[in-house]
Every structure is written in structure tokens, then in C-alpha cells.
């Protein structure tokens, strides 16, 4: 898809007199005849994941803490493929009345699907409904792990009046707990 993205893209700007980019000018005049010398497509920031659109991105985020103040919550969300709502979706029951289960590795659609679900309900939880006090503004981006796995990071920027300014007030809305070695349900397999 990114290929017929970028093949568009270069159809646009084919008229457009562009710079060489150094090294392909370097390979040009090297000695080297048989080299193959290709010619830099400069993506613009409507295109998603380029240099520019990650750039424009990031003065947008500052542009936002520029006029809200600095994020107070830096909250990560990964996606589970455990998640109840992915193993229902990734499970087939044939004309037979076998039933196949696929795994989360196999059906990446559903995976983002369901994530992207769960983010927006993150979002809605703390945005909303206010749970951790009023948010003045808030910036997020979605990537993926190596395995493939949608996640999430989300930075908050709190009103004034909902700002934590000691650490009781911090505890009282976060936690964390060492789960008990012998509940077999933390249990994980080995890698």
C-alpha cells in the first residue's frame, strides 16, 4: 500500500526541479560506472510516518505544551492478545461445528482493531469522565512492538486546580502491588 503511496507521490513531484541528494551525487561522480544511482523522493506531511509528518507532529505536541504547560501523567498502554475481546473475534466454528482458534499473531486487523477500541476508551475514561480531575489537554501516539503489538502513549496535562503537587496526592490516584508468587494466574511461560 505505502508503495503505491509513494509511487503517487513521486508522479506529483516528477516536474518539480529537485536537488540531488548528496550521495547520489557522490555516486554519480564516483569512479564506479556500474553503480546504480537512484534519485530522492522528499515526502511531504500529509504522508504518514515520513520525516516531515513526524515533524509536524512534534511541533504540534509543543505547540500544545507551549500553551498548556508541561504533561503531568505520562501513561503507557499496551495492547494484550489475551484480551477476551480478541480471542472471541479470532475464534472460527466451522459448517462442521469445529471450532478454531486463531492466534492474535494471525489476524493483525483484528489485534489493531481492538485496540484502537480500547485506547479510545482509555482516552474517553480520563478525558470524559474526568477520573483523574480535569484535563486541560492531551497528546497521544499509537506504535507498534516487535511482535506486532498496537501501544500506546498518552501524556496529560492536568487544569490548574487538578494538578498533584505532593506525593499523597499522587498516591492516591496511582498504585502498584507485587503480585503473590503462588497465584497460578501470573504465571508466564518462558520465552
Excluded at 506531511?45 to 512534534?58: I, K, L
Excluded at 476508551?121 to 492531551?138: C, D, N, P, R, W
Aim: glycine share 4%.
Amino acid at each position: 500500500m505505502a508503495q503505491y503511496r509513494i509511487a503517487y507521490r513521486k508522479g506529483l513531484t516528477k516536474n518539480l526541479p529537485l536537488e540531488k541528494d548528496r550521495t547520489c551525487l557522490d555516486l554519480q561522480l564516483d569512479e564506479k560506472k556500474d553503480a546504480v544511482v537512484g534519485e530522492t523522493i522528499i515526502l511531504p506531511s500529509s504522508f504518514p510516518g515520513s520525516t516531515r509528518y513526524y515533524a509536524e507532529q512534534f511541533e504540534d505536541a509543543m505547540a500544545i505544551v507551549r500553551r498548556f504547560g508541561s504533561p503531568d501523567f505520562f501513561i503507557t498502554m499496551t495492547c494484550n492478545p489475551e484480551w477476551p475481546e480478541i480471542k472471541e473475534a479470532a475464534r472460527i466454528v466451522t459448517k462442521e461445528g469445529f471450532v478454531i482458534q486463531q492466534r492474535a499473531q494471525d489476524r493483525p486487523d483484528l489485534v489493531a482493531r481492538v485496540a484502537k477500541l480500547k485506547f479510545e476508551t482509555i482516552i474517553e475514561e480520563l478525558y470524559k469522565k474526568q477520573i483523574f480531575g480535569k484535563v486541560a489537554a492531551y497528546v497521544y501516539t499509537i506504535e507498534f512492538q516487535k511482535r506486532g503489538l498496537p501501544h500506546m502513549h498518552l501524556l496529560l496535562i492536568m487544569r490548574s486546580e487538578d494538578k498533584v503537587h505532593n506525593p499523597d496526592e499522587l498516591d492516591d490516584l496511582i498504585s502498584a502491588e507485587i503480585p503473590d508468587n503462588t497465584d497460578p494466574s501470573i504465571e508466564m511461560d518462558d520465552p
